[in-house]
Structure formats: structure tokens, C-alpha cells
Nanobody, 117 residues
């Protein structure tokens, strides 16, 4: 079983920044594609960013140029740097690990991000 624990959420004013972290309970060096998702009240969960073991990233159009995902395989940790935050970024942010061989998906419990206008 793989466990993921997110941290770093909070309340921030529009235009501010937050850095989310996701610590994984086992090595993520080559087996897992890591992802950040978010879910706002009454809305479907949406993909925010993904990062492969080699560091290749992909972002939702709504966050391109503002959010940056990175990973430290030695620390089994992925990060989401969020800049120029907007009220519409308000959501619970969840970390995801997908095993590229088995396609098993693992989720963290989420961390709340609230952006005030």
C-alpha cells in the first residue's frame, strides 16, 4: 500500500503564492507518475499537473505559467508551487501516484487552498 500525505495548503490573498508538498511512503523514483488534482465544491475533480519520473511536466491550461510541479525522488516528495493565485483556484488539492506498470492509483487526503479576492 502506498500512502501520500499532502501539506502546505492555507488561506492566501489573490496574487499570492503557496507551495504544496506531497510525501509518499515509498520510493517514487521510476515507477510512479505523480499528479496534482483539485476539486472545488460542486465541481468535478480536475487534473492540475503531472510529473513523470524524469521530470517531464504537463499542466492544465488554467494554471500554465502560474503553477510549477517538481519532484525530489530522493525524498519521495513532489511539490506544486502556485503563484499568482486566483479565487478560482480555491479547492481541495489532492496528490496522486499512478504506477506505470500496474496502473494502480493512490491518493492523498487532500489539502485545502483558499484564495480570497
Amino acid at each position: 500500500q502506498v500512502q501520500l500525505v499532502e501539506s502546505g495548503g492555507g488561506l492566501v490573498q489573490a496574487g499570492g503564492s503557496l507551495r504544496l508538498s506531497c510525501v509518499v511512503s515509498r520510493s517514487i523514483s521510476s515507477v510512479y507518475v505523480m499528479g496534482w488534482y483539485r476539486q472545488a465544491p460542486g465541481k468535478q475533480r480536475e487534473l492540475v499537473a503531472t510529473i513523470t519520473s524524469s521530470g517531464a511536466t504537463n499542466y492544465a491550461d488554467s494554471v500554465k505559467g502560474r503553477f510549477t510541479s517538481s519532484r525530489d525522488n530522493a525524498k519521495n516528495t513532489v511539490y506544486l508551487q502556485m503563484n499568482s493565485l486566483k479565487p478560482e483556484d480555491t479547492a481541495v488539492y489532492l496528490c496522486n501516484a499512478k504506477n506505470i506498470y500496474t496502473l494502480d492509483n493512490y491518493w492523498g487526503q487532500g489539502t485545502q487552498v483558499t484564495v480570497s479576492s
